[in-house]
């Protein structure tokens, strides 16, 4: 009795341990916008590429309504409700990943797989795109090196904290999975298909196709799988095609971004290439130590190739090369991460019982063991963390007193804000704040047109800082700068007069853009970063 207790003790200090390291990579992300927070004059704090342009009111007014950005209209609420783009971010970075980690441990669960493995492959999953993008100092000088028709996630942080996109897109990906697996019903996997995010609803597209197929004709053998998959890539292809075709002849957002760049050649992604590997690696290690790998592990693998070829490669079926970067970030580390989480499952079906082996079982352990810590090490370096001081080193933005924050939540139309990118960090400081002049999310057509004014606005807000720049010491420093950043404005401007996209009046209200009350937003001098802890 005394010895089943003892087991039963030691059990439980296990999984709390467990659970407490997987914590960690939670409480990674989340130790800098708190400390930017609570540091700031004011909270406009980004944690992944543009978040500032989707984040923002006019952003989302621009593209709540195309196809792939459906998901957005959350965001506009949000605003409508009082709440800004940055405590948007950070509450969304707060409860989704965390979230989709505990959706993703269910459904584990309930296929079969013990507690503690279903953690691992979760946090994997949920972060193991760290692994195949810049993030990766291995990853980053191959990307450096700009080899010909090799791409990669240039990102350098996990794509699960890309706010609302794809983060919520992961999110309800999870939510039904788990309800598909709990109902038994293929059918739920096919309901957020429209709303998610163009870059993980391709893939994610590919997926169900070969799924539905592989359920359908139930061949379980390799050629069978790879057939399912050939046909999943036609049919997608040519849905993919006509799709694309009838948007780039009827909308002008879609003809003028750079999704519709016409391209066919061919690429191959760093995630195709290591999935390959491991499979075969993992083939060869089977036969060699007569191992039946089990035939759905053969489809997973098989479809995850394929799907990775495919996102890549869609260009040369559809004609439009639709952005591979983000396909291989948002969706393509994803599928390879699932692949990494299988190959790791796979080891632990062959070396996991020590009485295989004892050596074998602590190796595949001790390797499982390896994967997640580097994860949490470069979960940790992509959110500032220098492990040589131990402490994390957190860009604060210029430092703005409070009563030049407050004029520009009051009228941030007639802001000067003397650096683009603080500029348009601005939109994130308030609920429906206006982009102030020369913010970088001017130039993409979408968010400029939200209103027909704002080229006028920019054009007189050029005109001051023009006869301003010799006799103000802020602009005589970034007037080069921003006159560079006016000049391109105003090129795309020219070329996007036609397209009208705003739908609220009040945001296109003419009280609002009225004057020449222009204002320098001087920053003053508080060091840009910030150190936690501050040893």
């Known amino acids: 009795m005394k010895k089943n207790n003892h ?15 997987y914590m960690l990579f939670f409480v990674a992300y989340l130790i800098p916008p708190i400390y930017n927070y609570f540091n700031t004059e004011y909270f406009a704090f980004v944690n992944a590429w543009d978040e500032e342009t989707y984040l923002s009111y ?17 965001v506009y609420f949000l605003h409508k409700t009082g709440i800004s783009g940055g405590i948007q971010n950070f509450l969304f970075d707060l409860i989704v990943p965390p979230l989709v980690f505990y959706m993703l441990i269910k459904s584990f669960i309930k296929i079969g797989v013990n507690k503690n493995s279903s953690y691992f492959y979760s946090i994997i999953i949920l972060f193991g795109s760290l692994l195949l993008n810049t993030a990766n100092p291995l990853i980053s000088e191959v990307v450096q090196k700009k080899i010909p028709y090799l791409i990669s996630g240039l990102e350098s942080y996990p794509s699960i904290l ?21 109902r038994k019903n293929i059918f739920f996997l096919f309901l957020p298909l429209p709303f998610l ?10 997926v169900l196709i070969s799924l539905y197929l592989y359920l359908r004709f139930n061949k379980k053998n390799v050629y069978a799988y790879i057939l399912t998959n050939a046909i999943s890539a036609i049919v997608l292809g040519i849905i993919l095609c006509i799709m694309l075709h ?25 995630s195709f290439i290591v999935s390959l590997s491991l499979y075969v690696s993992t083939f060869c290690l089977a036969k060699y130590i007569k191992y039946t790998i089990r035939s759905e592990h053969h489809y997973v693998f098989i479809t995850a190739i394929s799907t990775l070829l495919f996102i890549s490669n869609q260009q040369a079926l559809t004609g439009f090369k639709l952005d591979p970067k983000n396909f291989e970030a948002y969706g393509g580390a994803v599928v390879a991460s699932i692949v990494i989480a299988l190959v790791c499952h796979i080891l632990q079906d062959i070396f996991g019982d020590a009485k295989k082996g004892i050596i074998c079982y602590y190796v595949t352990s001790m390797v499982k063991k390896a994967i997640a810590l580097t994860v949490l090490c470069l979960l940790l370096s992509s959110q500032g963390f220098d492990f040589s001081e131990l402490r994390y080193k957190i860009f604060l933005n210029n430092g703005i007193d409070y009563y030049y ?51 006028d606005i920019m054009r007189r807000a050029y005109n001051y800082i023009e006869s301003n720049a010799d006799s103000d010491s802020t602009l005589s420093e970034s007037w080069r700068h921003l006159s560079t950043n ?3 404005y105003f090129e795309i401007a020219k070329n996007n007069r036609d397209m009208r996209i705003g739908k609220d009046k009040m945001l296109c209200s003419e009280g609002n853009y009225r004057g020449d009350d222009f204002f320098i937003v001087p920053t ?12």
């Open 197 to 206: 995010y163009f870059a993980v609803a391709v893939p994610y597209f590919f």
């Open 486 to 488: 006016a000049q391109m």
């Open 405 to 455: 924050v407050d004029k520009i939540k009051k009228d941030s139309l007639h802001a000067i804000v003397p650096y683009n990118y603080l500029s348009s960090r601005m939109t994130l400081i308030e609920p429906k704040i206006l982009a102030p002049p020369f913010s970088y999310q001017y130039n993409y057509p979408f968010f400029d047109k939200t209103c027909l004014l704002n080229e």
């Open 58 to 74: 006019q952003g989302a007014i621009g593209v709540m309504d195309k196809p792939g950005y459906y998901l957005l209209h959350v």
């Open 246 to 270: 009838y948007i780039a002849s009827s909308d002008q957002f879609f003809s003028s971004s750079r999704f519709a760049v016409k391209d066919r050649s061919f690429l191959i992604s760093i």
């Open 524 to 535: 003053n001098n508080r060091e840009g970063w910030g150190y936690f802890p501050d040893w």
């Open 162 to 182: 890309r706010t609302p996109n794809p983060e919520l897109s992961y999110l309800i990906i999870a939510i039904f999975i788990w309800l598909a697996i709990n």
């Open 7 to 21: 087991r039963i003790s030691i059990i439980i200090r296990n999984i709390n341990i467990s659970m407490m390291f």
